[in-house]
């Protein structure tokens, strides 16, 4: 088995893992593995921006109140204020890579701050409407350019290393590295470190429709769970309001920031109010409003009238406005014969963003000792029951410098890797059954949808909750004889994240922000963290 040891093993290579690098990079080498391909995570596919607060007009104490009004109460105010007041150096580090921030079109204003739902103010800055594509090309230009940074494709991290691997046990849960598999050899690698950052994304592909990307299955937060890390709010998953509804192309996003510039959520023609607005009826913030409360009015309409989607409509818009904004948006639907200068966009709500995860504190220090993680997989505090739109970008920025930061400062405290023992190779049977892999893979995303959804009840859950367990022990037993392959590291972690989630709702006897439930519709009068511990 190859071993090989680095100062630092980050696993992802999206806007957490390579701010990360970056900063550690200093005086650090690090390694930087990435499932696929380097730019395949979901930092690559974010639309409408990041949010910090850069315009006279506007406050920190805005952007931390936005924030927590979105979160329902469930943040830590010590969490958000830190990050947005993070918020316009990090921004000023991005503009320093060269992300070509768009440029003002008032007076003053250095650059263009678009709006998005649940924002008292403008404050998202954006390249065009494919911002995340900027950021990966400016992060990874600057990674590649660095000789203490080593970027590896197509390792797919199977396992963080613990004491436990140690050749002399040794069980205070220290994180020495991660056993990964090499897809190009087929054998299992182990990267050491005296650190390691956990920068995996989130798990939207838990769910059967979702704008995340195919590798997002929440692999960072089942290791951090095996090795012994604590999760937080796994049942707060975020469903967007508006992806496109498209027999072929399924997890489109249609940007907040059409909503944000003036674009109107509609029933369709053929119904009672067709081609009428909506939103103004749920809420006065209307398509404004934060996105739980945009989503679950999308799907109320969806299922009241019987529709296969909504109308979202900013063609009452001059063209070249609407050109100008959403360039990317107007070119791909017009491959699909749809013009949005002219009509209107169907749309449904899809998972989209995972809101809980592993259990972090302000320098990005997990549970267990030399473990850290940033971004999506993490519960930080910042997004508590629903997180603010573009404050996700923000989030990884913030805590991949903080935790980079946090192991410069302690490096020489930090134990060197002792001897570990190799991966067990022994099990070298091909299965010959990978049909039951994509099988389960499917139905997992398809009763996650039907009853972990925008509306729960605890009848759904348990049903969920049993079918959870009966595809557990299967996979476990396909687990323990066969070959690891991509597609059943994958599979082990979606299991076990739509275990957390099933379990974490359950648990949660009310209804606020994303979770909702028809059994407990009311909020409680205090907001609580639903935190397990392995
Ligand atoms: P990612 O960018 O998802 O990167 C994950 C990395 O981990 C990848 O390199 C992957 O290969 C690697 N990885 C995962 N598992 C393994 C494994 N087992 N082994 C090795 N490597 C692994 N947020 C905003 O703030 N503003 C937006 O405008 C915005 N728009 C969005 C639009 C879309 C369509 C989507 C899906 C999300 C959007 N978000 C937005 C959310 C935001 O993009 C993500 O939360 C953020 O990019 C996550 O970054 P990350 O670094 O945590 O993970
Ligand atoms: C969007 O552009 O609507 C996505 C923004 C986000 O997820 O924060």
Known sequence: MPITTHDVVIIGSGAAGLTAAI????????????????????????QGGIAAVLDAGDSFDAHVEDTMIAGAGLNNRGTVEFVVSEAPAAIERLAALGVPFNAGEDFGERW???????????????????????????????????PNITLVEDLIAIDLITSRHGEKYSGDGHVWGVYALNKKTGHVDALLGKATILA?????????????????????????WRAGCRVSNMEMNQFHPT??????????????????????????PGVPGGGERFMPRFDPRAELAPRDIVARAIDHEIKRLGLDYVHLDISHK???????????????LLDLDIDITKEPIPVVPAQHYTCGGVVIDLDGRTDLPGLYAAGEVTESGLHGANRLAS????????????????????????????????????????????????????????????????????????????????????????????????????????????????????????????????????MLPQAVDTVLAP
């Not at 989130?202 to 195919?214: D, E, K, N, Q, V």
């Not at 980079?404 to 190779?425: C, N, V």
């Not at 299967?474 to 066969?482: L, R």
């Open 391 to 522: 404050n996700s970008l923000l989030e990884c920025f913030v805590f991949g410098e903080a935790a980079a930061k946090h192991i410069r400062a302690h490096w020489d405290e930090l134990p060197a890797p002792p001897p570990i023992r190799p991966w067990d190779e022994s099990r070298v049977t091909n299965s010959d059954e990978e049909v039951i892999v994509q099988h389960n893979w499917k139905e997992i995303r398809r009763f996650m949808w039907d009853y972990v959804g925008i509306v729960r009840t605890t009848k759904r859950l348990e049903r969920a909750q049993h079918r959870v367990a009966l595809l557990a022990q299967e996979v476990d037993d396909y687990y323990g004889n066969f070959r690891v392959t991509p597609d059943l590291i994958e599979l082990r972690n979606l299991l076990e994240v739509a275990r957390l989630v099933v379990r974490s709702a359950l648990h949660r006897k009310e209804s606020r922000g994303l979770h909702y439930t028809l059994d407990y519709p009311d």
């Open 318 to 332: 001059p063209p070249e406005f609407v050109k100008h904004h959403f360039p990317t948006i107007h070119a791909r």
């Open 112 to 146: 263009h701050l678009t709006r998005e739902g649940g924002h008292s103010h403008r404050r998202i800055v954006h390249v065009d409407d494919a911002t995340g594509h900027a950021v990966q090309a400016a992060l990874l230009k600057a990674a590649r350019a660095n």
């Open 243 to 268: 992806c496109l509804y498209n027999l072929e192309v399924k997890n489109f996003l249609i940007t907040e920031a059409v909503r944000g510039e003036g674009g109107h959520l509609k029933l369709p």
């Open 23 to 46: 900063d550690l990079a200093q005086d650090r080498k690090v390694v930087v593995l990435a499932k696929g391909a380097l730019d395949g995570g979901s930092t690559n596919w974010a």
């Open 200 to 224: 995996t994304g989130g798990a939207g592909r838990t769910y059967l429709f979702s704008t995340a990307p195919r590798g997002a299955t929440g692999d960072g937060i089942a290791m951090a």
